[in-house]
């Protein structure tokens, strides 16, 4: 039987389908979603969640002359459906494929790009303001989840916006769930807000007065009514302050929209997101507003499939999955543990004997594993939303009161707070402890998640102690360390599988800005290469050596442990005595690890060739494996072999050196 689906292309098809139509399309592209998501995974909760609402989008606005903007992004699955995108739609984050987030070079009707929260609304106004210069009249929407509401930037835009437009609007997509469950003030006013009587009366007689309506000129009769009919009732209402005494609820009073309205953002709901006619009919209602709207919808995400409603942290973005039962696949016994789980468990066991040890996650307890402090210590636990900034200056006010606080956050998120890092953290020296999950490649989610660049935006700030651990071990030894340091510690590590090597019983201090030699010169008369792998790159380096000793050369192979302080002696000997360096980073060269080395052997009058590998100075794009990536980029053992071969064919054999290793 054929679907709307095959129907449906662009978004010039939707318009024409009716409701009911577009109701079954709404059931067809659930399961589009869940059948076509499970062989690669991808975030399947979020979309499931908003189909309906895309679908309203689609019908109601014209994209891509009306922009849509959408926080994060990760939600925009359906809309590449709809957007001339299906054919290509399950090839979404894999190499060559879909990407997993809205892109400007892959669509004209991704009109933001993102990957990153909070971002949308200031975006949009910025949109809507171009648009009120230029004199156009499109539409700008605003799609926006509740944990973006925890994001600072989102209250900047807020702010700034009924000064800026008069035509702007805004949709909260409200689920109650962040990645795992929304937290804070704002996420508890907003379920105040959608249990109070007085708007739910409201919006149901939104809802009978649009669903009374006689068909075919909607549009028409809701301009018509929408300043008379519904601008006092929704201000009237707005404005009155709730007594709390006179309204509580048990739980300190219903909430009252007066927050947006006071901002001078017109407030519309609580709407069912999932009532397709009711959506169409209120975005309607909004097009003819004069002024900025927030229209705040309920959701569930994963709607439409049991298991993803039943675990919604865990279908919020998930590898491949059993698209009948939603199971996953089991982990194969002897795999290593994860990075984010030995960062967690390490944390844990530190402060059980270290009192002054704190934890902080911005909105991210499972992929940091800050969990495990969540479950066992929840007093010495903060998760302060999708607030990175706040994240970095909370636990700098932390630590000048004697706390020690361990501020979990992604390479790629950090980068957000990158004054606070200088401003709060470095400048004043504090002993904050960041530990960087994803710090190399995110391969599915590509570059907005790719960690390629903290090496370079940390270590040009005085006081910083730099680490990457080369395994899981190490892990756990630098953020002992790190908690014995005066001075801020910053310690990166990529996602996924460790190295598997055996965690000791009790971390052991490390010595600040010592290298660990892993394997010296043989001086066995043979050309001499010093490989210094990076972090897990450690691994690729003492690969490439066991080549390169096949193939007759002399290797040594570094761990250099800190990116800051470098080891001056380690490196200046190594220098020396080889006659070719190699570098290896999961980092961008510009700036990174293998430019220090450059630097310190420019200041040591180092005159042996350094070969750096590393990512190149691009947006290194998504693809399904790490590997394929790294394959492509050269960071990868066959690469480094070739590079340090075709180096010496040019070098003729008497510029071998042979200096005995001190
Ligand atoms: C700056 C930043 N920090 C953290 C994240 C990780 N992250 C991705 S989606 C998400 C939750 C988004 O929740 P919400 O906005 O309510 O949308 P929903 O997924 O519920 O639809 C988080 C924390 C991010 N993308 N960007």
Redesign the pocket.
């Known amino acids: 039987m054929s679907r709307y689906l095959d129907m449906v292309d662009e978004p010039e098809h939707v318009k024409k389908l009716t409701v009911p139509q577009l109701q079954e399309l709404a059931g067809e592209i659930r399961t589009e979603l869940i059948e076509g998501l499970a062989k690669g995974g991808g975030?399947l909760?979020?979309n499931l969640?908003?189909v309906e609402l895309t679908i309203a989008l689609h019908k109601v606005f014209n994209s891509p002359k009306d922009k849509f903007v959408w926080?994060?992004s990760?939600?925009v699955y359906v809309h590449k459906l709809l957007t001339g995108r299906k054919k290509r739609f399950r090839t979404i984050r894999q190499t060559g494929g879909l990407n997993g987030f809205a892109l400007r070079s892959e669509s004209e009707h991704d009109s933001f790009g993102?990957?990153?929260?909070?971002t949308a609304l200031s975006a949009a106004l910025g949109m809507a303001a171009a648009r009120d210069k230029r004199g156009t009249n499109e539409h700008v929407v605003c799609i926006?989840?509740?944990?973006?509401?925890t994001?600072g930037i989102s209250f900047e835009a807020m702010n700034n916006l009924a000064h800026t437009t008069k035509k702007f609007i805004g949709i909260l997509?409200?689920?109650?769930?962040?990645?795992a469950k929304?937290v804070g003030a704002i996420s508890g006013y907003l379920n105040k807000l959608i249990t109070n009587p007085r708007y739910n009366q409201l919006a149901k007689d939104f809802e009978g007065f649009v669903r009374r309506l006689p068909k075919g000129d909607l549009a028409l009769k809701l301009a018509h009514r929408a300043e008379g009919g519904f601008k006092g009732a929704l201000t009237g209402v707005g404005l009155q302050q709730v007594s709390r005494d006179a309204e509580a609820d048990g739980r300190g009073g219903y909430g009252s929209p007066v927050f947006f309205e006071e901002m001078g953002i017109r407030y519309l709901g609580p709407i069912n997101g999932h009532d397709l006619p009711l959506i169409i009919s209120t975005l309607e209602f909004a097009k003819q507003c004069d002024h900025p709207i927030v229209i705040h919808i309920l959701?569930q995400?994963g709607k439409g499939f049991e298991a993803a409603l039943k675990q919604p942290e865990k279908f919020?973005?998930l590898g491949p999955y059993n698209a009948l039962t939603g199971e996953t696949p089991a982990v194969k016994p002897g795999t290593p543990p994860m990075y984010q789980d030995v960062m967690g468990q390490t944390l844990v066991k530190l402060c059980q004997k270290n009192t002054n040890l704190v934890g902080i996650t911005?909105?991210?307890p499972t992929?940091t594993g800050m969990k495990y402090l969540e479950k066992a210590m929840p007093e010495r636990y903060y998760d302060v939303g999708?607030a990175?900034e706040h994240a970095v200056i909370f636990a700098a006010g932390m630590a000048t009161m004697g706390y020690r606080p361990v501020v979990a956050?992604?390479s790629?998120?950090l980068q957000?707070a990158y004054d606070c890092i200088h401003h709060d953290i470095c400048l004043q020296d504090l002993p904050v402890i960041f530990c960087m999950d994803r710090a190399g490649l995110s391969a599915n989610d590509g570059p907005?998640?790719h960690g390629l660049f903290d090496i370079s935006f940390l270590r040009c700030f005085p006081n910083v102690v730099a680490m990457a651990p080369a395994n899981e071990d190490e892990l756990a030894d630098m953020m002992f360390t790190a908690a014995t340091l005066n001075h801020p510690a910053f310690i990166r590590y990529p996602r996924g599988t460790a190295e598997g090597v055996p965690l000791k019983a009790e971390p052991q201090l490390l010595e600040v800005g010592r290298a660990q030699v892993v394997q010296t010169f043989a001086n066995n008369q043979k050309r001499k290469v010093a490989l210094f792998g990076l972090g897990p790159m450690n691994t690729l380096a003492r690969k490439a050596a066991g080549q390169l000793a096949a193939e007759g050369f002399d290797c040594a192979v570094i761990n250099p442990r800190f990116t800051k302080p470098l080891d001056g002696p380690a490196h200046e000997t190594y220098g020396h005595e080889a006659e070719l360096v190699v570098t290896i980073e999961d980092h961008v060269l510009m700036g990174g690890y293998g430019s220090a080395v450059l630097e310190l052997f420019s200041e040591k009058g180092v005159t042996t060739p350094v070969i750096r590998i590393g990512w190149p100075d691009q947006f290194v794009e998504h693809a399904t494996t790490q590997d394929e990536l790294r394959a492509k980029y050269g960071l990868s053992v066959e690469n480094i072999v070739a590079r340090v071969k075709a180096q010496f064919d040019d070098v003729p054999v008497k510029a071998t050196k042979l200096i005995a290793v001190a």
């Open positions: 975030h909760g979020p969640g908003v926080d994060v990760h939600q993102a990957g990153h929260a909070g926006f989840g509740d944990a973006a509401l994001n997509n409200d689920n109650e769930w962040s990645i929304n959701t995400k919020h973005g911005a909105a991210m992929g999708i990175e956050i992604y790629t998120f957000r907005t998640h």
